[in-house]
């Protein structure tokens, strides 16, 4: 099962907001509303940000969001702060009872 | 408060079996879906498989290598990876699926520091 494919890096400067995109095929993300995204900061281990597309767990700023259409997912940012520079991953689980991360997407802050 | 920590040899030989053990302390594995996924250095995360006490699934593309379990009586859910090379050198996370009030989600509420593998004669 290919990855899903998302933009190797997204950048933008504090206060703004970026959205990353996750794109897949019938038998992942456009079969059912199972994506979730992890943030990742370097030497750490993964953390949900969202779940089920748009939800956040406990504890997650409101600033992040999450949306689909079709075969593509989408995280935003909103008023982008240093502390979200990472790798940020989509996952979605598939038609044949599996998962998938994206390729994984650098965020940089300016 | 829930915590995971893997371990195993850091240092595995080609050709040879790679055994993963991931402790669970401060709540039950019961009932709960777990799972491993791996990230080679400089890489992205890849899903390995996911396991419950009945049954699980795993990556296709590792499956004919891959064994997940899980031990109950000692808290704890195993991975073993058969004839490793030098791809399978990765960090190796363990994960727990997110359930409450009697309901099954889709993502990994939890997860370990994680343990690094490496494949080499």
């Known amino acids: 099962q290919p990855a899903l494919t998302q933009p190797a890096s997204v950048s933008g400067s504090p206060g703004q907001s970026i959205t990353i995109s996750c794109t897949g095929t019938?038998?992942?993300?456009?079969?059912?509303?199972?994506v979730s995204w992890y943030q990742q900061h370097p030497g750490k281990a993964p953390k949900v940000m969202l779940y089920?597309?748009?939800n956040r767990p406990s504890g997650v700023s409101n600033r992040f969001s999450g949306s689909k259409s079709g075969y593509t997912a989408s995280l935003t940012i909103s008023g982008l702060q240093p502390e979200d520079e990472a790798d940020y991953y989509c996952?979605?689980?598939?038609?044949?009872?599996?998962?998938?991360f994206g390729t994984g997407t650098k965020v940089t802050v300016l | 408060q829930v915590q995971l920590q893997e371990s195993g040899p850091g240092l595995v030989k080609p050709s040879e079996t790679l055994s993963l053990t991931c402790f669970v302390s401060?709540?039950?594995?019961?009932?709960?879906?777990w799972s491993w996924s791996r990230q080679p250095p400089g890489k992205g995360l890849e899903w390995i498989g996911s396991?419950?006490?009945?049954?699980?699934s795993e990556n296709p593309a590792l499956k004919s290598r891959v064994t997940l379990s899980v031990d109950t009586s000692k808290n704890q859910v195993s991975l073993r990876l058969t004839s490793v090379t030098a791809a399978d050198t990765a960090v190796y996370y363990c994960?727990?699926?997110?359930?409450?009030?009697?309901?099954?989600?889709?993502?990994?509420?939890?997860w370990g520091k994680g343990t690094t593998v490496t494949v080499s004669s």
């Open positions: 994960a727990r699926f997110h359930f409450r009030e009697n309901k099954y989600y889709y993502y990994m509420d939890v």
């Open positions: 401060g709540g039950s594995i019961s009932n709960y879906y």
């Open positions: 396991v419950y006490h009945s049954g699980g």
């Open positions: 019938s038998g992942d993300i456009g079969a059912y509303n199972l």
């Open positions: 089920d597309v748009s």
């Open positions: 996952n979605s689980y598939t038609t044949s009872n599996t998962y998938v």
